[in-house]
């Protein structure tokens, strides 16, 4: 929250409670000129630290309450709320208490004390909260020079992974409120203070306090409160629970030069139907102009366009007018029409006019209340809010990887400063783990270094659930017991450092086999009491020995079998170039158009590991890493390759590979990535050759932020080439191919921003003869891009492929990833979908082109998009009509029309209700 109290004359004894509350544009930045005109100068409120509120208690259900260094509960005299200490929500800090000369009878309890945390970068406390709720969270922090330096400290605080905002107090003095209204997605928040070398931080209180999920209700993303006014309440008071059922603080305007207050005694009745509730004594006051033909008006300014409010605007009539008065008023945003019909309410009732989408684009919101013709009184205001919209793209750590560190760190009672996310932000993650980083999904942890760590007991079992653990280093410890046979159980393991501890026992036989294979580095050195086999086993396995040379003979007489039958298909397949589906219980063979058949290629296309090294410098330059393995620049002469190292730990096998290779020897189109040659040499030294794409992924380059922004110009053409590729997979093959997996990821671009398809693993032929629709006994694909049909019926077919392609048009509208577990709408199609129906387009184009692009153009590819992903594959046009669709834009862009203007959509509760925009499409 953007407001601080800030105390005056706090040694006085006369008074001292009267403080003031103001506006921290010092850490807005860069919003230097915010609030800038006089009525946004009156904003810069008073309050006193006096709560003058009624007694009277309401319900505190689901209120949580923390007094940072508190040694026990309490409640509050002036609110009646209870507090409860935080020692069982953090592990870390120093308790203070503010000096003498701030500790007054009207400060609030809660502010007293203080916890600091000297020690480590980043410090969290883990608080308890009911999942799938909206919660006002509101961190408060007063340093008072509880430490005697006098000098206040300067530092970040962030909600889980996601940097929140930096407190910057601007006096030693001042009491800094942050808010946030945030929907939890799990049983735990966490809220951490980093120091970012200007002095120690330290925390206050922490108050968290449900809400209607009615209320407050984004497009996506979270808010932050930007401000909360109380207009025409006296200057000493402020307002917030038990008044307000939710405990949100209203402050006082100060004295307004051209405004003139009105109030009543009466009792304003609640009217609004999502339930903001705002409270009777807030409603009870209001101001009015005194020049009643001038317009009433506030703005403010913002340096970045991109930053996007929520307004709401509080109205109550509170005098009586008689029968010859009305007061009618219209609201003007920037000069335009913000709601279309006047603004009327009844007598001591309670009415609300919101923004239903975020004003967006601008550097100026300037509101103007223009009476209205037929009215006779001007425009009064009663109370208002605004509201920036925040953003938590990081994505936290895999839950079962959280769990799992967690009862590692409590066992084994670790020391380190593990505080927050094991991995999230990268800047941040833990001592000793490592772990992996894709822009899709969540972190997982991938290495863990424990060795001298002063480690004892048994080796944790709770190490076996992290699945993706590719390094364990326990050396130099005193861990006894024996070695687990889980270890050997691991997948992912390829490296186990045990030395230097007290196990005993046995060594199983599974990781002695792993470590022969070559698939795991084994350190077992310092343990004299490990002993790897014992003489009855030795005894046991000389009776095995007949017995697996007697399989043995079996298995090479059926080799002997298969390898005449290979020979028999090899020569039966010489007689024509055909690909085979090795996904398909029956082998599929494909047919290809006379004019799509490439030669056949000749042995040399197969390279060898010796040929990898060479081209990769040794695998010296990483281009990337997905769940196949890792993928390396390569120099075939002066001829740039993609390498694609296959892991044998990959969830993309064998078969994936040969169906990869098999495919792309014979199906050639400029928009489907050219395979250059392969490496078989192995479980371990597998390998794609591919034509190098400099410009790498569409995925990356839409939602990492980084590098060059895609003109609209340049993202028609990018859907046009990857339609023009899949287009050619269902029809200029024979039987039609089935790909699968498509996804921005995907679609790889070459210097000149050509697109071409890639990873054709998944892909699959059908022949035709075998109808439209295809039974798997397996579905796979992308969370996000799978389509909602063939997941649950198990019936693959063409439009299975056109939904997925629905969805990358949609990415490039957008700018927006597919899945954002911040928002209600959840689903890039949930959030398009809401967005069509307000007649929004400006909120669905990337806010990085929507200045440029044409939005006919614009309209024209979100039908395409919405159409592609219709829930009745039926519905969905085939890949033919989306490449003649996308042309169409193509030229619509081309032609340059001039985009549409649109105004943001906007409601008021009770009789009025407007949507501003074009119909929705």
């Given at each position: 929250?953007?407001?601080?109290?800030?105390?005056?004359?706090?040694?006085?004894?006369?008074?001292?409670?009267?403080?003031?509350?103001?506006?921290?544009?010092?850490?807005?930045?860069?919003?230097?000129?915010?609030?800038?005109?006089?009525?946004?100068?009156?904003?810069?409120?008073?309050?006193?630290?006096?709560?003058?509120?009624?007694?009277?208690?309401?319900?505190?259900?689901?209120?949580?309450?923390?007094?940072?260094?508190?040694?026990?509960?309490?409640?509050?005299?002036?609110?009646?709320?209870?507090?409860?200490?935080?020692?069982?929500?953090?592990?870390?800090?120093?308790?203070?208490?503010?000096?003498?000369?701030?500790?007054?009878?009207?400060?609030?309890?809660?502010?007293?004390?203080?916890?600091?945390?000297?020690?480590?970068?980043?410090?969290?406390?883990?608080?308890?909260?009911?999942?799938?709720?909206?919660?006002?969270?509101?961190?408060?922090?007063?340093?008072?020079?509880?430490?005697?330096?006098?000098?206040?400290?300067?530092?970040?605080?962030?909600?889980?992974?996601?940097?929140?905002?930096?407190?910057?107090?601007?006096?030693?003095?001042?009491?800094?409120?942050?808010?946030?209204?945030?929907?939890?997605?799990?049983?735990?928040?966490?809220?951490?203070?980093?120091?970012?070398?200007?002095?120690?931080?330290?925390?206050?209180?922490?108050?968290?306090?449900?809400?209607?999920?009615?209320?407050?209700?984004?497009?996506?993303?979270?808010?932050?409160?930007?401000?909360?006014?109380?207009?025409?309440?006296?200057?000493?008071?402020?307002?917030?629970?038990?008044?307000?059922?939710?405990?949100?603080?209203?402050?006082?305007?100060?004295?307004?030069?051209?405004?003139?207050?009105?109030?009543?005694?009466?009792?304003?009745?609640?009217?609004?139907?999502?339930?903001?509730?705002?409270?009777?004594?807030?409603?009870?006051?209001?101001?009015?102009?005194?020049?009643?033909?001038?317009?009433?008006?506030?703005?403010?300014?913002?340096?970045?366009?991109?930053?996007?409010?929520?307004?709401?605007?509080?109205?109550?009539?509170?005098?009586?007018?008689?029968?010859?008065?009305?007061?009618?008023?219209?609201?003007?945003?920037?000069?335009?029409?913000?709601?279309?019909?006047?603004?009327?309410?009844?007598?001591?009732?309670?009415?609300?006019?919101?923004?239903?989408?975020?004003?967006?684009?601008?550097?100026?919101?300037?509101?103007?209340?223009?009476?209205?013709?037929?009215?006779?009184?001007?425009?009064?205001?009663?109370?208002?809010?605004?509201?920036?919209?925040?953003?938590?793209?990081?994505?936290?750590?895999?839950?079962?990887?959280?769990?799992?560190?967690?009862?590692?760190?409590?066992?084994?009672?670790?020391?380190?400063?593990?505080?927050?996310?094991?991995?999230?932000?990268?800047?941040?993650?833990?001592?000793?783990?490592?772990?992996?980083?894709?822009?899709?999904?969540?972190?997982?942890?991938?290495?863990?270094?424990?060795?001298?760590?002063?480690?004892?007991?048994?080796?944790?079992?709770?190490?076996?659930?992290?699945?993706?653990?590719?390094?364990?280093?326990?050396?130099?410890?005193?861990?006894?017991?024996?070695?687990?046979?889980?270890?050997?159980?691991?997948?992912?393991?390829?490296?186990?450092?045990?030395?230097?501890?007290?196990?005993?026992?046995?060594?199983?036989?599974?990781?002695?086999?792993?470590?022969?294979?070559?698939?795991?580095?084994?350190?077992?050195?310092?343990?004299?009491?490990?002993?790897?086999?014992?003489?009855?086993?030795?005894?046991?396995?000389?009776?095995?020995?007949?017995?697996?040379?007697?399989?043995?003979?079996?298995?090479?007489?059926?080799?002997?079998?298969?390898?005449?039958?290979?020979?028999?298909?090899?020569?039966?397949?010489?007689?024509?170039?055909?690909?085979?589906?090795?996904?398909?219980?029956?082998?599929?063979?494909?047919?290809?158009?006379?004019?799509?058949?490439?030669?056949l290629q000749s042995p040399s296309r197969q390279f060898s590991y010796s040929d990898i090294l060479k081209f990769t410098n040794n695998f010296s330059r990483l281009l990337g890493e997905g769940g196949f393995g890792k993928v390396y620049y390569g120099l075939m002469g002066n001829t740039e390759v993609a390498v694609k190292m296959l892991s044998p730990k990959s969830a993309q096998g064998y078969r994936e590979?040969?169906?990869?290779?098999?495919?792309?020897?014979?199906?050639?189109?400029?928009?489907?990535?050219?395979?250059?040659?392969?490496?078989?040499?192995?479980?371990?030294?597998?390998?794609?050759?591919?034509?190098?794409?400099?410009?790498?992924?569409?995925?990356?380059?839409?939602?990492?932020?980084?590098?060059?922004?895609?003109?609209?110009?340049?993202?028609?053409?990018?859907?046009?080439?990857?339609?023009?590729?899949?287009?050619?997979?269902?029809?200029?093959?024979?039987?039609?191919?089935?790909?699968?997996?498509?996804?921005?990821?995907?679609?790889?671009?070459?210097?000149?921003?050509?697109?071409?398809?890639?990873?054709?693993?998944?892909?699959?032929?059908?022949?035709?003869?075998?109808?439209?629709?295809?039974?798997?006994?397996?579905?796979?694909?992308?969370?996000?891009?799978?389509?909602?049909?063939?997941?649950?019926?198990?019936?693959?077919?063409?439009?299975?492929?056109?939904?997925?392609?629905?969805?990358?048009?949609?990415?490039?509208?957008?700018g927006r990833p597919v899945l954002v577990k911040t928002s209600d709408k959840s689903h890039i199609i949930q959030w398009v979908d809401y967005n069509i129906n307000q007649g929004d387009i400006y909120t669905i184009i990337d806010p990085k082109i929507k200045d440029e692009c044409n939005t006919n153009s614009v309209w024209k590819a979100v039908d395409i998009g919405m159409s592609c992903t219709a829930i009745n594959p039926i519905s969905r046009p085939a890949m033919s009509q989306v490449v003649s669709e996308?042309?169409?834009?193509?030229?619509?862009?081309?032609?340059?029309?001039?985009?549409?203007?649109?105004?943001?959509?906007?409601?008021?509760?009770?009789?009025?209700?407007?949507?501003?925009?074009?119909?929705?499409?």
């Amino acid at each position: 929250m953007a407001l601080t109290n800030s105390f005056e004359e706090a040694k006085k004894p006369i008074n001292c409670s009267t403080k003031c509350l103001t506006l921290s544009i010092h850490h807005l930045n860069p919003m230097a000129t915010l609030l800038f005109n006089a009525f946004l100068l009156a904003f810069l409120p008073t309050f006193s630290l006096l709560h003058l509120l009624v007694h009277a208690q309401t319900s505190q259900n689901g209120f949580i309450s923390i007094d940072c260094g508190a040694n026990s509960s309490y409640i509050a005299a002036t609110t009646g709320i209870n507090y409860v200490p935080d020692s069982n929500m953090v592990e870390t800090g120093m308790v203070n208490t503010v000096a003498t000369d701030y500790r007054l009878d009207s400060l609030l309890k809660q502010l007293w004390t203080l916890r600091s945390f000297p020690e480590g970068m980043r410090n969290c406390y883990n608080i308890p909260v009911k999942i799938n709720t909206k919660y006002l969270i509101r961190a408060s922090f007063l340093y008072a020079n509880y430490d005697g330096q006098n000098s206040a400290p300067q530092f970040d605080i962030y909600f889980g992974p996601n940097f929140w905002t930096r407190i910057d107090p601007p006096e030693v003095q001042t009491i800094v409120d942050e808010e946030m209204i945030h929907i939890t997605t799990s049983n735990k928040v966490q809220i951490c203070l980093v120091n970012t070398g200007n002095g120690v931080p330290f925390i206050s209180s922490i108050e968290l306090r449900p809400l209607p999920n009615t209320t407050y209700v984004t497009v996506s993303g979270s808010l932050t409160t930007f401000l909360r006014l109380d207009i025409g309440a006296p200057n000493d008071t402020f307002i917030r629970y038990p008044d307000d059922t939710y405990d949100r603080i209203w402050s006082p305007p100060a004295a307004l030069t051209n405004w003139s207050p009105l109030s009543t005694s009466l009792t304003v009745n609640n009217n609004d139907e999502p339930g903001f509730m705002a409270p009777s004594k807030v409603l009870s006051t209001a101001s009015t102009v005194k020049n009643a033909t001038a317009p009433m008006e506030f703005f403010w300014r913002d340096a970045d366009a991109s930053n996007q409010y929520y307004v709401y605007m509080y109205f109550a009539e509170i005098q009586v007018l008689k029968a010859n008065q009305s007061r009618l008023f219209k609201i003007y945003l920037n000069d335009k029409l913000w709601i279309k019909d006047d603004i009327l309410f009844e007598y001591l009732t309670e009415n609300v006019a919101r923004s239903l989408v975020p004003l967006t684009s601008s550097t100026t919101y300037d509101f103007k209340f223009i009476m209205s013709q037929a009215s006779t009184l001007p425009p009064i205001l009663n109370a208002v809010e605004i509201y920036k919209v925040i953003n938590f793209l990081q994505l936290t750590t895999q839950q079962q990887d959280v769990d799992a560190i967690e009862s590692i760190r409590k066992y084994y009672g670790v020391t380190k400063n593990w505080q927050g996310d094991p991995c999230a932000p990268k800047t941040f993650a833990w001592e000793g783990v490592n772990c992996s980083y894709d822009a899709s999904n969540h972190p997982s942890i991938t290495g863990l270094d424990l060795s001298s760590s002063g480690l004892t007991g048994e080796i944790s079992s709770n190490i076996s659930n992290l699945a993706s653990l590719a390094v364990l280093d326990l050396s130099n410890n005193s861990l006894s017991g024996p070695v687990p046979d889980f270890l050997a159980e691991m997948p992912m393991l390829t490296f186990l450092n045990l030395s230097g501890n007290n196990l005993s026992g046995q060594i199983p036989s599974a990781l002695i086999d792993k470590k022969n294979k070559g698939s795991l580095s084994l350190s077992l050195e310092g343990n004299p009491n490990l002993q790897e086999t014992t003489p009855s086993e030795k005894k046991k396995n000389n009776i095995i020995v007949p017995i697996v040379a007697a399989i043995g003979g079996f298995f090479f007489i059926l080799i002997l079998i298969l390898v005449s039958v290979y020979f028999i298909r090899r020569k039966r397949n010489s007689k024509g170039p055909m690909i085979v589906d090795h996904h398909s219980p029956i082998n599929s063979e494909v047919e290809l158009h006379p004019h799509d058949q490439p030669p056949l290629q000749s042995p040399s296309r197969q390279f060898s590991y010796s040929d990898i090294l060479k081209f990769t410098n040794n695998f010296s330059r990483l281009l990337g890493e997905g769940g196949f393995g890792k993928v390396y620049y390569g120099l075939m002469g002066n001829t740039e390759v993609a390498v694609k190292m296959l892991s044998p730990k990959s969830a993309q096998g064998y078969r994936e590979f040969q169906a990869e290779v098999d495919l792309l020897l014979r199906v050639h189109h400029r928009n489907l990535t050219s395979l250059v040659g392969y490496c078989n040499e192995g479980e371990t030294k597998m390998g794609l050759v591919y034509e190098y794409m400099g410009k790498g992924n569409l995925g990356s380059i839409l939602l990492d932020g980084k590098g060059e922004v895609l003109r609209w110009e340049e993202r028609l053409q990018i859907a046009l080439d990857s339609a023009q590729g899949l287009e050619y997979l269902h029809n200029g093959c024979r039987p039609p191919i089935i790909h699968r997996d498509i996804k921005s990821s995907n679609i790889l671009l070459n210097e000149y921003l050509q697109a071409k398809l890639a990873d054709f693993g998944l892909s699959r032929a059908f022949p035709i003869e075998g109808g439209a629709t295809h039974v798997t006994t397996k579905v796979v694909g992308t969370p996000g891009y799978l389509d909602p049909e063939y997941y649950t019926s198990y019936k693959l077919t063409e439009k299975s492929d056109v939904y997925s392609f629905g969805i990358v048009i949609l990415e490039l509208v957008t700018g927006r990833p597919v899945l954002v577990k911040t928002s209600d709408k959840s689903h890039i199609i949930q959030w398009v979908d809401y967005n069509i129906n307000q007649g929004d387009i400006y909120t669905i184009i990337d806010p990085k082109i929507k200045d440029e692009c044409n939005t006919n153009s614009v309209w024209k590819a979100v039908d395409i998009g919405m159409s592609c992903t219709a829930i009745n594959p039926i519905s969905r046009p085939a890949m033919s009509q989306v490449v003649s669709e996308l042309k169409e834009c193509l030229n619509l862009e081309f032609n340059h029309r001039a985009p549409h203007q649109m105004d943001s959509t906007t409601s008021i509760s009770s009789t009025f209700h407007s949507e501003l925009g074009p119909v929705a499409r």
